[in-house]
T-cell receptor
Framework: DAGVTQSPTHLIKTRGQQVTLRCSPK?????VSWYQQALGQGPQFIFQ???????QRGNFPDRFSGHQFPNYSSELNVNALLLGDSALYLC?????????FGSGTRLTVV | AQSVTQPDIHITVSEGASLELRCNYS??????LFWYVQSPGQGLQLLLK??????LVQGIKGFEAEFKRSQSSFNLRKPSVHWSDAAEYFC??????????????FGTGTRLQVTL
């Protein structure tokens, strides 16, 4: 049984560009959450999707947006990238219970 | 607002020695508490969680944690550390929202170094 899978694993983008990160939840999970983990910090909650709608949102600007598809997979989009967006982006999925995390996408903005 | 404090940024212990990582939380209701471990460049692995009941919870890899409501603490312990335990440890607090996990709030982490 596959866990949470994220793609790509690493990504380098230029300041001002846009990026899309992808996440497939663990089988049987219908809720997807995204977290940003800057170097040396704990993960920060970005938002959570359930039934294809954003259910909760953390303290992140509108440049961060997401989407959930009918198969429960999800995308995280970041527009107008800043150097400060460089981080590990973690996807977590859950069902009736608690989060299972993927290995993350390492985004570097240059 | 919920928050988590991990007062120790970096801890070094000798292999075979005991370990205690501190975690203090702030939460308006009964907290759901977690400890995660992260190896370099990897995602988060759940060590253990506390929802209710017995305040001493057992986790994977020989870890345990004790919930103390009066001290707002949820410290992680291991009686004998192995070199493979070297990693970053995160304490987190969360809630359930209509039966599904709500957002987790993490501490800033404690980096554990194990000397041989």
């Amino acid at each position: 049984d596959a866990g949470v899978t994220q793609s790509p694993t690493h990504l380098i983008k230029t300041r001002g560009q846009q990026v899309t990160l992808r996440c497939s939840p663990k089988s049987g999970h219908d809720t997807v959450s995204w977290y940003q983990q800057a170097l040396g910090q704990g993960p920060q909650f970005i938002f959570q999707y359930y039934e294809e709608e954003e259910r909760q949102r953390g303290n992140f600007p509108d440049r961060f947006s997401g989407h959930q598809f009918p198969n429960y997979s999800s995308e995280l989009n970041v527009n107008a990238l800043l150097l400060g967006d460089s981080a590990l982006y973690l996807c977590a999925s859950s069902g009736q219970g608690w989060d299972t995390f993927g290995s993350g996408t390492r985004l570097t903005v240059v | 607002a919920q928050s988590v404090t991990q007062p120790d940024i970096h801890i070094t212990v000798s292999e075979g020695a005991s370990l205690e990582l501190r975690c203090n939380y702030s939460y308006g209701a009964t907290p759901y508490l977690f400890w995660y471990v992260q190896s370099p460049g990897q995602g988060l692995q759940l060590l253990l969680k506390y929802f209710s009941g017995d305040t001493l919870v057992q986790g994977i890899k020989g870890f345990e944690a004790e919930f103390k409501r009066s001290q707002s603490s949820f410290n992680l312990r291991k009686p004998s550390v192995h070199w493979s335990d070297a990693a970053e440890y995160f304490c987190a607090v969360g809630a359930l929202n209509t039966g599904t996990a709500s957002k987790l709030t993490f501490g800033t982490g404690t980096r554990l170094q194990v000397t041989l």
